[in-house]
Nanobody
């Protein structure tokens, strides 16, 4: 399994931007599906975005048009650029990875086998 470390969280005002980074260790990074999830207090962990090994991306409706996921296979990194942040984006954000399989859609937490420790994002009104 790959190990993951998130960074880049913090406190930002509504309308602002943050860029989350996730560093990975392990072999064959380019073959992994990568995702970002978030969990707000008292709520279940929810899907934010994923990027497949071929580079296709998918976003939840709540972040579509505001967030952008990207990957750097040369440096084993995945990023989440978050723009036009809203207070409801406040959550702990988690990076996730799993060997990419055509049998999975990677919208569910159960589709991913490796997780980072999370990074807090707080958006003030």
């Amino acid at each position: 399994q790959v190990q993951l470390w998130e960074s880049g969280g913090g406190l930002v005002q509504a309308g602002g931007s943050l860029r989350l980074s996730c560093a990975a260790s392990g072999r064959a990074f380019s073959s992994y599906a990568l995702g970002w999830f978030r969990q707000a207090p008292g709520k279940e962990r929810e899907f934010v975005a994923h990027i497949r090994y071929r580079g296709s991306t998918y976003y939840s409706d709540s972040v579509q048009g505001r967030f952008n996921i990207s990957r750097d296979n040369d440096n084993d990194m995945v990023y989440l650029q978050m723009n036009s942040l809203k207070p409801e984006d406040t959550a702990v954000y988690y990076c996730a990875a799993s060997w990419d399989s055509s049998y999975r859609n990677y919208y569910l937490a159960a589709d991913f086998s490796s997780w980072g420790q999370g990074t807090q994002v707080t958006v003030s009104a």
